[in-house]
């Protein structure tokens, strides 16, 4: 009887909570949607096809104020490959989110397709080379941009100011409209922006396919359409089971590729294009980032699936290379485009804090834009930062902050780290088996899960082709602000291998939180460009620096370093023989492989940590 009270008591509590959080849930969507169509209210909208210097029309979105000061108001621009929906009359979502905030100061605010995508004319190509010697009539995405600026300055009740913003490819867009020369582009806040396809975003890390995104984002977005269609048809993704054993059983390249459908040509130049030649080349916008005359607000996640590689990169480029513009930087512990969810507090089983994003959106998004575009307010602090760990802000004056040290902390005897060089040398061992590759997380679904950049990796434990070393519990707060470098010493026994290094933050409850990993191909070592194979026995330096890290290892914590040649399907298997082409490899190209990493003062491996304060 006393069970029977108590079970029904325990199920009215859950009842309860469930009608309270509905509650608050409709109360929520009842005031956003009040507040939507007050924002409706206050705005026209109007769609237009802005003439490009080729004849080009590109489909613009322009969400205008009733009510203008007698100035103009400042334009927002939102470039996108992504489609500019909604269509037509319908405002719907289109004034919410990140955008409210310029909606409720009366900002101009316009979306626009790219070329060759949904309701704009003309052909797309993926990752649009820049090109910075134009004739008359060439385009690029800059020069789109520039067209854009100058139709809307021309046809709008403006203040002579614009400003040009998007997250991930959208963020390519707003770097290339910082490089466009208009000189009513006073800001561009390139968010999560691709930089380098090849080096580290999206489709490769360090020339590694990173297989999974490349396959399921690639598998829908490369397919080519003509123009104009308001909507894509759906795309049914073949993946049917876990990523993992789907992948396994289509086993090469040439099975995965065939797996998708026929046209997708921008697939298939990457599979022709393994190394870092002209191709990846020119589609890099590292060379031009260079005498930019517009503010740049850069944007980035420390847990960004996608484009950690091009924030953090984006913003150093500029600050070393254009030294009289006015660059800022912020880096949060966001997944890809985290710092727009205003809800946001965690990621996984890992608590971040609470007003996150919504602190970002409110103090510092909109406020640099309304500094550069309104000519008001004061300057954002350079460098902002929230810390995984810390639960704070910080601010700096540059990035990586100047107060950083670079402390090393050497592989040691019995899996140990230290930060003292071992007199006396060794060497650890493993088998690697690309027909038995290391899983990148411990229960993988049928898509990837963004939560693997924080998560458990004690699921590894028992696996003989992962080397774990551990430190010693922290005694006092590690503050780590900045890139990671690794350098090790290696040998195989093939003559290619990849290195997976990951840093590991070990809570008191065990629990193996993952802060940055990352991979380097050792055929890849004297440059992306110059593959070289290795001697089979012969030990090699590779040296490579990771992205970014924003976190505090908090005392009765531990540090662990894990080493591996696998982590599938994130990554595309290494079959651990040289090839011209790896993606060319068949079946009987995968070969195990001992992989040897050595220790101690003759042939020391470390990874250097960027390490604030004592």
Not at 226 to 235: F, G, L, S, V
Not at 486 to 501: G, P
Request: one cysteine or more; a negative charge.
């Amino acid at each position: 009887m006393i069970i029977a009270i108590f079970t029904i008591e325990y199920v009215f509590r859950i009842y309860m909570k469930k009608i309270l959080l509905l509650l608050v849930l409709s109360s929520l969507c009842f005031l956003l949607s009040a507040q939507q169509k007050c924002l409706q209210d206050n705005y026209t909208k109007r769609e237009v096809m802005i003439p490009m210097r080729d004849g080009v029309g590109l489909f613009t979105a322009i969400y205008e104020p009733v009510l203008s000061s007698s100035g103009g108001a400042p334009i927002i621009i939102t470039r996108t490959p992504y489609s500019c929906k909604p269509y037509g009359a319908d405002f719907t979502g289109a004034l919410s989110g990140y955008m409210r905030y310029f909606a409720e100061n009366n900002y101009i605010i316009v979306f626009q397709d790219v070329r060759g995508r949904y309701m704009s004319e003309g052909v797309y190509e993926n990752i649009r080379p820049f090109n910075p010697c134009k004739a008359e009539n060439d385009i690029d995405e800059a020069s789109d941009t520039y067209d854009s600026v100058e139709w809307l300055i021309e046809n709008t009740l403006n203040n002579g100011n614009v400003g040009v913003t998007g997250v991930s490819y959208p963020g390519f867009y707003a770097a290339m409209a910082a490089l466009s020369g208009h000189p009513a582009v006073k800001a561009v806040s390139p968010q999560a922006p691709i930089l380098d396809w090849y080096k580290g975003d999206d489709a490769h890390h360090n020339g590694v396919l990173m297989l999974l995104d490349t396959y399921s984002f690639g598998g829908s977005f490369y397919r080519p359409f003509e123009t104009p269609y308001a909507k894509i048809p759906k795309y049914s993704s073949p993946i049917d089971k876990n990523v993992y054993d789907f992948f396994l059983e289509k086993g090469t390249m040439a099975g995965i590729r065939a797996s998708l459908q026929d046209n997708l040509p921008f697939m298939d130049s990457l599979l022709v294009h393994p190394d870092y030649d002209r191709f990846w080349k020119e589609r890099s916008l590292e060379p031009y980032l260079r005498d930019i005359s517009p503010a740049v607000l850069v944007v980035g996640g420390a847990f960004d699936t996608d484009d950690c590689y091009g924030a953090v990169n984006t913003y150093r480029i500029i600050r070393e290379n254009s030294p009289g513009t006015d660059v800022y930087f912020v880096y949060g512990p966001w997944y890809h485009g985290g710092w727009h969810n205003e809800t946001y507090t965690s990621l996984g089983d890992i608590y971040f804090g609470e007003d996150i994003s919504a602190y970002f959106m409110r103090e510092i998004e909109y406020p640099f834009f309304r500094y550069y575009l309104e000519e008001k307010g004061e300057k954002p602090s350079p460098v902002s930062v929230y810390a995984s760990g810390n639960s704070s802000w910080e601010e700096y004056d540059s990035w990586p902050c100047s107060s950083i040290e670079y402390m090393p902390v050497y592989l040691a005897a019995d899996r140990s780290l230290s930060c003292k060089i071992c007199e006396k040398p060794g060497v650890y061992s493993y088998i690697s088996d690309p027909l038995d590759p290391v899983p990148y997380m411990a229960q993988p679904g049928k898509g990837r899960d963004r939560t693997y950049m924080v998560a458990d990796q004690s699921f590894l434990d028992s696996r003989d082709d992962v080397l774990s070393f551990f430190s010693p519990e922290q005694e006092d707060v590690l503050s780590l602000r900045g890139p990671v470098k690794v350098s090790l010493n290696i040998s195989s026994t093939s003559d290619d291998v990849d290195l997976i290094v990951k840093l590991i933050d070990v809570f008191p409850d065990g629990y193996q939180m993952l802060v940055r990993g990352d991979v380097f191909r050792a055929k890849y070592r004297h440059g992306f460009d110059r593959p070289e194979p290795l001697k089979p026995g012969k030990v090699y330096g590779l040296d490579f620096t990771m992205p970014d890290i924003a976190h505090d290892v908090l005392p009765g914590h531990r540090l662990m370093v894990q080493i591996q040649s696998t982590w599938f399907p994130l990554m595309d298997r290494n079959p651990q023989k040289y090839m011209q082409n790896v993606y060319e490899a068949e079946k009987d190209d995968y070969h195990k492989a001992e992989v040897k990493v050595y220790y101690g003062r003759r042939r020391p491996s470390c990874i250097w940590l960027p390490v604030v304060g004592d």
